[in-house]
């Protein structure tokens, strides 16, 4: 039984045309086991985040397909991927991205209202993801009175709105000092033991040595050890 939640085939994204042509990724082929926690790893410049964004359908592929639950997303109009975005697949950037007019509470709400949850459960709701991340005692506290990996566990939080399966992070700890990304990173193992698929993009060699998943993006194309197990 294939017990992958993302497939990759033949991948290919290229960008420009004729002397501009760059070829951002080369023909991948890659499976993400469910449930597994999974780094992207790789130099500057090697297709690392353009994986990521195709992954998550935030870009169209030039070839290939990227099947999640086995449907392929390069064949869905904008509106069904977008429906299927919303249902399965939670974003976390290295830039917080929250509103900083808003509480904590307040950000994580947005994101469940915009995935039609009742005004009446919104707020018991963000309080109960906020508990998630442990900051619910934060929950009145705008951005500007949140420390860097405060924030960025509040914006995990609002990435759980949907309760996706699947978590995609583009260097989530990259503006973060030691201390906030082992908080960080205590809260996504801490969701992967309960069940989330995990795929990170990082440059740290601290965090890709304490994950049991494995993938470097070297020109374009993927590097995968022979040996992968899971993350405990």
């Known amino acids: ?17 004729g002397a501009t042509l760059v070829k951002a ?15 992207i790893v790789g130099p500057s410049g090697h297709g690392k ?12 592929a030039t070839s290939g397909s990227v099947l999640i639950d086995g449907q392929d997303i390069c064949q869905l109009s904008n509106k069904d991927l977008a429906r299927l975005r919303a249902k399965k697949i939670g974003f976390v950037f290295q830039f917080f991205n929250l509103l900083q007019s ?12 915009l995935a039609g949850v009742s005004e009446k459960q919104q707020q018991a709701r963000a309080r ?16 500007g009175q949140l420390s860097g990996g405060q924030q960025q566990r509040v914006a995990i939080a609002r990435a759980l709105a949907n309760d996706p399966p699947v978590l995609l992070m583009d260097e989530p700890t990259g503006n973060l000092d030691s201390e906030a990304e082992a908080e960080v990173m205590n809260v996504l193992k801490r969701l992967n033991r309960q ?9 740290s060699h601290e965090i890709a ?3 049991g998943n ?9 590097e995968i050890p022979e040996r992968i197990k899971k993350a405990s």
């Open 195 to 203: 069940g989330k698929t995990i795929i990170l993009v990082t440059h």
């Open 128 to 143: 109960e993801l906020l508990s998630i991340v442990g900051l619910v005692e934060k929950a009145a506290a705008k951005p």
């Open 209 to 211: 040595s304490s994950v």
């Open 214 to 222: 494995l993938i470097t993006v070297r020109d374009g194309q993927v």
């Open 49 to 60: 985040s353009t994986l990521m964004h195709l992954l998550g359908g935030l870009d169209h």
């Open 102 to 113: 808003l509480t904590a509470i307040e950000n994580v709400q947005t994101a469940l209202m």
């Open 25 to 39: 990724l080369r023909g991948v082929d890659l499976d993400i086991a469910r449930g597994s926690f999974t780094c």
């Open 1 to 17: 039984m294939n017990d992958s939640v993302i497939s990759v085939k033949g991948l290919v994204k290229e960008y420009g045309q």
